[in-house]
């Protein structure tokens, strides 16, 4: 049986969602900025402002049943929007991972310490990715 890629986050919404019926899912999203180092070669800057590129960084961490989430990606982009707007950060991507089966808040927070560190040592591995429109996207 092969498994279906996830090519958008409404699509991750609902497998969770059916999932749930099973055993209880948390979502588990670290949105991250992008931005370019100071070193960047002219060839780099140029494909940053073109939208590819640049070093990625945490700048906050959430987690989310999917009953939470009824909204769909539009309601969760404008949350995390409106939560970073008084810092002057904006967000670029989404990195995405469940857990699943009951957990407690120490499970979810050392689930999330866990994904942050892996993005600030740049393994997305495991982490599914989303563009500010939801849609899945893919790193490298």
Known sequence: MSEKLITS??????????????????????????SLGADATPAQ??????????ELAPLMCVDK?????AGGFAALAAE??????????????????ALSGPVDDTRVDAALNRMVEALRQGQAAGFIPFDRSGKAVKLG
Not at 11 to 28: I, N, Y
Not at 65 to 69: D, H, I, K, Q
Not at 81 to 95: C, H, K, N, Y
């Open 45 to 54: 800057r140029a494909a940053f402002e073109a939208g590819a590129g640049g």
């Open 80 to 97: 995390a929007s409106a939560m970073l707007s008084p810092t002057g950060q904006d967000w670029a991507l989404v990195f995405a991972a």
């Open 9 to 34: 986050f409404d699509e991750l919404l609902q497998a969770a969602l059916q999932q749930g019926d099973v055993q209880p899912q948390r979502l588990l999203l670290v949105f991250a900025g992008a």
């Open 65 to 69: 049943t999917p009953e939470e989430l």
